[in-house]
């Protein structure tokens, strides 16, 4: 039974999910933060800063970013509209 959510437990659980339920999470970050008072990319740059963040933390996030940038690109057109 969990009883503290620690940032091992949610990394596991991501981890263990399907590509699908791991979009599903990322559109539901989307939605989170689009209400907050600062936009998304301040708490990235808090992410970024932080000395706990190690070089492997950072490769992760690079990662995620390149593989979302090229996976929008043949939807480019689609975009425009």
């Excluded at 981890?15 to 989307?30: L, T």
């Excluded at 992760?60 to 996976?71: A, F, L, R």
Aim: glycine share 8%; charged share 20%; aromatic share 8%.
């Amino acid at each position: 039974m969990i009883t503290e959510i620690t940032p091992e437990i949610v990394a596991e659980l991501f981890c263990n999910m399907d590509a699908e339920a791991q979009a599903k999470f990322f559109n539901e970050i989307d939605k989170l933060a689009s209400v907050w008072s600062a936009p998304l990319c301040f708490q990235m740059q808090g992410i970024t800063d932080d000395s706990g963040l190690s070089l492997g933390g950072r490769r992760v996030m690079q990662m995620i970013g390149e593989y979302s940038h090229w996976g929008l690109v043949p939807h480019l057109n689609d975009l425009k509209g």
